[in-house]
């Protein structure tokens, strides 16, 4: 099916089961233990060996021997890889750093070999018996200190609207400031973890992916093979934020591994492994200057950003919003690329937009602050319904004042004392802050495969992933809510190569275009009914598992008595993003209380309001947004990856010294969804929501610390001794 209209009522309008608050089909599984995850196919294959990862001990150089053979003579082992004797490997094209290292050494914890033994206790201790002998070159590890080298010429060009120069010199009003975001880890619950059995030349893996077809063809590559030798099963993810977007070294070792040790091998990476052998958001710095008249209209707005990366790998997109948030004539926004020797820098939830806002909407706040207005009016003032540097191209939908005004309101916002440091509470210096989230609405060619029998059950077969987030759920309601039947007469089965490739989970694009898939399908499979039946097409409504049309019904079961239908369909999207801008809008709203002794932050209470399209499932999507929500708790308060820069690898690379948020932080959360449809963006007429959630968040928060303190931080996160010494003195 190709969308390439604005799409007309059909029978998602309906909204009998699509739109409701409809608890989690697969939470039963989850509950009770038995949702496998990936290293949990105990059932699948005989005989499973265990793989232990030896990583790199340095961050840059080559290796110049390494020493297994007390390895090799140690009790239950089986094999041990190597880059010299793994055979030739190629290397996907979305890694910047080869997965399996040698001699050669990129990064630190690169992976450089793999031992295999009969139990993960053999096979570990086997590993610590591995010496591996190295020239450790010197590298470059600190952004600030590199960020001279980030070239202009060696990106992308800068893109200029206007003449931002002489706007921003002529301004009577300027803003010209510098802010920071660290280095994040996606620090998943579940490892990333991989399973592997050789057939022949054929490979099946058993991993934790949020991209299946993606992870299939890139492990091909690497191992190369035919794509049609190599299945990927992923049907639930125990959380992924982006780091399982890739093929990672698990899922090459395991499958490297089987066929050494001739077994069936599973892998689970240590969790010190997890910032420095797999991806993480990389840091940045982010110069922005903006202009405005007096009555508070920007004239002019500027935001370059610099990031590192490996050779291979590319800048964090953290201007993107700035092209699109805010009006203005003149405009200037470039990336800046250092290359750095830390691992690899890859999609984080929100790429972009995430860190991006954390500097924006900070500066938002100063600007207002200097034209002595309120931080909501001044955003509201600067709103624009089409691309600021292409007029003649609208939003397809842009609600981010009624976002703001909601939120005002619901919030209390007209009780927020403008001038800062005013407000106690005992000991608590308290204090409202505001932001505006946004995240671009993304589509992706998407597909499925549906069947009908005779007990009238429908099931629905799609590669698509569910990370945590309702895949199941929802993708079981559009099928329901296209052929008339409830909930629990639908079947759902996902992640598995075998099945058509979806859109996968990641970038806010999966559950709009995995549903929009599944809608192609079953409008396939209601006209193979509709045929079937004799009916008029456009006269056949499918209701109470009937089939109705000009005064006759039929159950539906019975169009598969004679045998199984099975339909398989794709949605493939045309050019409606080149006429219309698709985006996502929210306001974001915290108020905090900051100890004017310590200098401890305690969120108080959080709202987000959120401009989404369709809302497939109200009760789903709120998890996601308040669990964005909380993440971005994380990256304002507490969230950094501490640079060696020495040594070239980050410390912290566990939960036990990464902080990240937990229940008690977060006391108060609510989450108001716009009513809104966008007829542009599929035929489910929704957006994504999840990664929205948390874009803006983070300033909020900031903002809502220097109300309470009077202290403008404009380095992440938010610490203790960024604030202490300048708390007002208690009186």
Request: charged letters at 20%; a negative charge.
């Amino acid at each position: 099916m190709k969308f390439d209209n604005p799409a007309n009522d059909n029978p998602i309008d309906q909204l009998n089961v699509v739109g409701r608050p409809h608890d989690r089909i697969d939470g039963p599984l989850k509950t009770t233990g038995t949702a496998h995850y990936a290293y949990e196919w105990h059932d699948q294959v005989p005989d499973v060996a265990y793989g232990y990862v030896v990583g790199s001990a340095i961050a840059k150089g080559r290796i110049q021997a390494i020493e297994s053979e007390a390895a090799r003579r140690a009790p239950g082992v089986l094999a041990i890889v190597t880059a010299d004797n793994a055979g030739r490997l190629g290397k996907g094209d979305m890694n910047a750093a080869a997965l399996l290292g040698g001699p050669d050494i990129q990064h630190y914890h690169q992976a450089v070999a793999l031992v295999v033994a009969g139990t993960f206790e053999q096979a570990r201790a086997a590993a610590a018996l591995i010496q591996v002998h190295y020239r450790r070159d010197r590298g470059a590890w600190d952004l600030a200190r590199e960020k001279p080298s980030a070239k202009a010429e060696e990106n992308e060009p800068d893109k200029k609207t206007g003449d931002f120069a002489a706007a921003f010199a002529a301004a009577p009003v300027q803003l010209d400031a510098v802010y920071t975001t660290p280095d994040q880890s996606h620090m998943a619950m579940e490892p990333h973890a991989s399973m592997a059995v050789w057939e022949g030349d054929k490979v099946t893996v058993w991993t934790s992916n949020q991209m299946v077809n993606w992870c299939r063809n890139e492990l091909a590559k690497t191992l190369n093979l035919p794509a049609d030798n190599v299945r990927i099963v992923s049907p639930y993810v125990g959380g992924g934020f982006g780091s399982k977007l890739f093929l990672r070294s698990d899922a090459v070792l395991a499958a490297l591994g089987a066929r050494a040790a001739k077994r069936p091998v599973k892998i689970a990476l240590p969790r010190p492994f997890i910032p420095n052998n797999t991806t993480h958001r990389p840091a940045t710095i982010q110069h922005i200057r903006i202009g405005a008249d007096q009555a508070g209209h920007i004239t002019a707005i500027a935001h370059e950003s610099w990031s590192g990366n490996l050779p291979e790998g590319k800048p964090e997109t953290a201007v993107q919003q700035t092209e699109l948030l805010y009006a203005g004539a003149n405009r200037l926004t470039g990336l800046r690329l250092a290359r750095l020797d830390l691992p690899e820098g890859n999609a984080m939830r929100a790429p972009g937009e995430a860190p991006g806002l954390m500097a924006l909407e900070i500066a938002m706040d100063e600007m207002a602050e200097k034209l002595g207005m309120d931080p909501v009016e001044f955003r509201i003032l600067n709103d624009t319904q089409v691309d600021p540097a292409h007029p003649d191209r609208p939003f397809s939908q842009r609600q981010l004042i009624e976002c703001l005004r909601t939120g005002a309101e619901k919030f209390g916002w007209s009780r927020r004392t403008a001038h800062p440091a005013q407000t106690r509470d005992g000991r608590w210096l308290t204090g409202m802050g505001v932001a505006a989230g946004f995240r671009n609405n993304l589509v992706m060619k998407s597909g499925a495969r549906v069947h009908l029998d005779a007990h009238g059950i429908v099931t629905v077969e799609t590669d698509m992933t569910d990370i945590g987030t309702g895949s199941y759920t929802i993708i079981a309601q559009t099928a329901a809510e296209m052929m008339g039947v409830p909930l629990d007469k639908v079947v759902v089965r996902l992640g598995d190569s075998d099945f058509p490739a979806s859109a996968g989970s990641g970038g806010q694009w999966g559950a709009n275009s995995s549903t929009a898939g599944v809608y192609a399908a079953c409008v396939r499979l209601r006209e193979t009914v509709v045929k079937k039946f004799g009916f008029t097409p456009s006269e056949a409504v499918f209701a109470d598992e009937q089939v109705r049309a000009g005064g006759r019904s039929v159950r539906l079961a019975e169009a598969a008595q004679e045998g199984k239908i099975t339909v398989e369909d794709t949605i493939e999207f045309g050019e409606l993003s080149k006429k219309f801008q698709q985006s996502t809008f929210a306001g974001h709203f915290v108020e905090v209380g900051v100890d004017m002794d310590t200098g401890e932050v305690r969120i108080r209470r959080m709202l987000a309001v959120c401009a989404a399209g369709r809302i497939l499932n109200p009760k789903t999507a709120r998890s996601q947004v308040i669990g964005a929500m909380t993440m971005g708790v994380g990256a304002a308060l507490m969230e950094a990856l501490a640079v060696d820069t020495r040594l070239g690898y980050f410390v912290n690379h566990d939960l036990a010294a990464y902080e990240v948020p937990v229940h008690a932080d977060i006391p108060v959360q609510e989450v108001i969804f716009l009513e809104e449809t966008d007829p542009v963006s599929s035929p489910m007429k929704a957006k994504g929501v999840g990664e929205l959630g948390l874009c803006g968040v983070s300033a909020a928060i900031a903002n809502a610390v220097y109300n309470a303190t009077g202290v403008r931080v404009r380095d992440y996160p938010i610490t203790l001794d960024k604030l202490l010494k300048d708390l007002p003195v208690r009186i």
